[in-house]
């Protein structure tokens, strides 16, 4: 496990700066930062910006010096590196591209819900979540072939239109947050799309209050199964099946979500939702995420569950 600090030859605010990054885990950098006394306003994406006046400080606590270059390199070989593309400022100019293409000539309608996903408040349920879910949903719908298919194309617009109002109210209140987001959804979209894709939004987003219950009567066949939310509920939880740096970042921003809550506290709730999570038949509803992220989700979680039982 390194630290990694490259030379302070980047210039702002009338000084220059020095990149700290962790090769190994952003829990370990975090942890550097804090011993070190680093705001955690100065952590972006994936590194700490330090000035000059700190540079011999950091090196005296473990810091490793090396070239920008060398930084660079080991932390994309890493896996921690986020790409341009994956920074929040790109990816609010994409995700307002995508809503005109869903729902053209609804600017002000799109800007309302952006403003609601970069609320202060939110580490993980922010415009990168929303992103991600999104970005899911393509990825089923195109590996699917659901695109090509009317029942699936229509499947798809509803798994999107969810998907933007899923986490729209988000207070932590689980069961009703996702009720104000569906009520959310209902009357925002009410006189904009038909009225029977605003009643499936609305259960679309009702069923992310309880993602196991619905997986549990589609996997058994009971009740009637909507391939739109299924799509939307795979998507919300494709997060689980990120490779190891993506989950890794993923259970940072849980936390820090809930940094009000003590270490205690948080440990055992978390530990009660992912032994939940492994004793479900299974996770995902649609066959593309079964075969592709079922493993990959549950090797994740049975990861953390014994990272929180060796901390605890």
């Known amino acids: 496990m390194t630290i990694l600090i490259d030379p302070p030859v980047w210039p702002a605010h009338g000084t220059h700066f020095s990149h700290v990054v962790s090769d190994t885990s952003l829990e370990e950098l975090h942890a550097f930062a804090q011993r ?5 306003q100065a952590f972006d994406h994936d590194h700490y910006d330090v000035p000059l006046r700190v540079y ?3 090196i005296a606590l473990g810091a490793v010096p090396v070239s920008a ?10 896996g921690l590196r986020v790409p341009a593309r994956d920074r929040i400022e790109r990816i609010e100019t994409r ?37 991600q879910v999104l970005a899911s949903i393509n990825t089923i719908a195109t590996s699917s072939g659901m695109d090509d298919m009317h029942g699936g194309r229509t ?22 947050d996702e009720h104000a987001s569906a009520e959310l959804a209902a ?44 799509v939307l509920l795979d998507a919300d939880l494709s997060v689980l099946a990120r490779p190891h740096a993506g989950y890794q970042r993923y ?8 940094a009000h809550v003590p270490d205690e506290d948080f440990v055992a709730g978390r530990t009660r939702i992912l032994k939940g999570m492994l004793a479900t038949p299974q996770l995902y509803i649609t066959d593309f995420a079964v075969q592709n992220w ?11 569950l014994a990272r929180l039982n060796i901390h605890h």
Request: with cysteine; glycine share 8%.
């Open 36 to 40: 070190a006394g680093l705001p955690q």
């Open 56 to 58: 011999e400080s950091l």
């Open 69 to 78: 270059a060398e930084l660079t390199r080991r932390l994309r070989d890493s």
């Open 95 to 131: 995700l307002a591209s995508e809503f005109e293409r869903l729902l053209p000539g609804q600017a002000g309608l799109c800007r309302g819900l952006l403003e609601r996903w970069k609320e202060p408040h939110r580490r993980y349920h922010d415009l990168r979540h929303l992103n």
């Open 155 to 176: 499947a798809v617009r509803t798994a999107r239109l969810a998907a933007w109002w899923h986490d729209a109210v988000y207070e932590g209140k689980p069961g009703e």
């Open 187 to 230: 009357q925002q979209l009410q006189g904009v799309v038909e009225h029977d894709v605003v009643h499936r939004v609305y259960r679309a987003i009702l069923a992310t209050a309880d993602h196991a219950a619905y997986a549990r009567e589609a996997v058994q066949g009971r009740g009637e199964v909507d391939a739109g939310v299924s």
């Open 251 to 258: 259970v940072l921003d849980v936390r820090n979500e809930y």
């Open 294 to 304: 079922e493993a990959k989700a549950r090797s994740n979680i049975a990861g953390e």
